[in-house]
């Protein structure tokens, strides 16, 4: 067999296709973002977005097959899709694709989670660079995005115990809100990464939702503190908007207090990784998700877990961010473990990784 997987991804706001080898290599590895598109919104808007992966999914399918040198689909061991979680409308323009090229090539058809995808996207490299030792069980992953944020324990490969998630928000939601209040561009925690670095007395300090011993994060009430600060700042009163609005800031207020919310995110996320993966005895920490590319976490979690003597093991950015690689990573595994799919699959927005 090939071992060749042509996977294709389309949860949220990301039109994405990948040809992986054997769950490890990148052969293809194709994007196209909508982040131009919703910029103007400030947020993903759900048909906006389905309608931009129509336009989207045959171009990036077909640069896809170009870079893998893929003439034939025989050269193809499987086709694996996200089925979940996501928009409704964005999966369901994957999903008619993938269960269409399955059809067409009586290949089988392979469904991924997309949260899984994260977390596998730690055992990829590209094609051309030699394959880094894979992450030893057992290992905590943090996946923190958008949309998620959760720990989990793997003992072995498609083996998860969920040790915590959030209870109310998303770390990268609340970094795209706040970044809103603080009046920069979407999305919010590039912008905010970037804010942040210009900080100079960095002497702001938000609270942290430790939650006791529970590995568990919130993050509302670090918007709250953000919104009445951004208010204090702008002489406004607390019955006013909801959300501050943006833009008239003093740039050193917005760098001050973009670096307090950052600092206190970064602090809650790596101090209960850290626990999690000494009380799991782990052998290795994996960081996924689309927050995982903010340098500030990714080195707080490096020096954490080198004083600790586990390895710690981060795609790189483009890896975090959505991308179909990860779905063709994870897909390998759920292919070996007998997953397939048929005509019948349908999109599961609401999809759990651990039930």
Not at 121 to 127: C, I, M, Q
Request: a negative charge; charged letters at 20%.
């Amino acid at each position: 067999m090939s071992g060749l997987i042509l996977a294709i991804e389309t949860s949220c706001d990301e039109t994405a296709v990948a040809v992986v080898e054997e769950g490890r290599r990148i052969v293809a590895n194709v994007v196209a973002s909508q982040v131009a598109l919703h910029a103007d919104t400030g947020g993903i808007v759900p048909e906006v977005a389905a309608r931009a992966h129509l336009r989207w999914m045959l171009p990036v399918l077909e640069e896809a097959r170009s870079r893998a040198s893929i003439e034939r689909w025989a050269g193809l061991e499987a086709i694996a899709v996200t089925e979940g979680p996501g928009l409704a409308g964005s999966l369901l323009v994957g999903i008619t694709m993938a269960k269409s090229l399955a059809w067409v090539t009586d290949l089988p058809l392979v469904p991924v989670n997309h949260l899984e995808g994260h977390i596998y996207a730690a055992w990829l490299h590209d094609r051309g660079e030699p394959a880094p030792h894979e992450p030893e069980f057992p290992l905590v992953a943090m996946v923190v995005s958008g949309g998620h944020t959760f720990l989990v324990e793997m003992r072995h490969h498609l083996d998860y115990r969920l040790l915590g998630q959030t209870v109310d928000d998303a770390a990268g939601e609340a970094f795209d809100k706040v970044g809103r209040m603080l009046g920069l561009t979407y999305p919010g925690g590039p912008a905010i990464m970037r804010a942040a670095s210009g900080a100079t007395r960095r002497d702001r300090r938000f609270p942290r939702a430790w939650l006791g011993d529970s590995d568990d994060f919130s993050f509302s009430g670090l918007k709250t503190a953000a919104r009445r600060a951004v208010n204090a700042e702008l002489g406004q009163s607390e019955g006013g908007r909801e959300e501050p609005e943006g833009g008239r800031l003093p740039q050193e207020s917005v760098a001050e207090l973009a670096w307090a919310f950052q600092d206190s995110v970064v602090e809650v996320l790596a101090t209960k990784t850290l626990r999690a993966a000494e009380r799991s005895q782990a052998r290795t920490i994996v960081l996924g998700g689309g927050v995982a590319a903010n340098a500030v976490l990714r080195q707080r979690l490096a020096d954490g877990a080198a004083a600790r003597g586990i390895p710690l093991v981060v795609p790189r950015p483009a890896l975090c961010t959505d991308n179909a690689a990860m779905i063709g990573a994870a897909a390998w595994h759920r292919l070996q473990a007998g997953a397939r799919a048929g005509t019948d699959l349908d999109a599961r927005p609401s999809l759990k990784l651990v039930v």
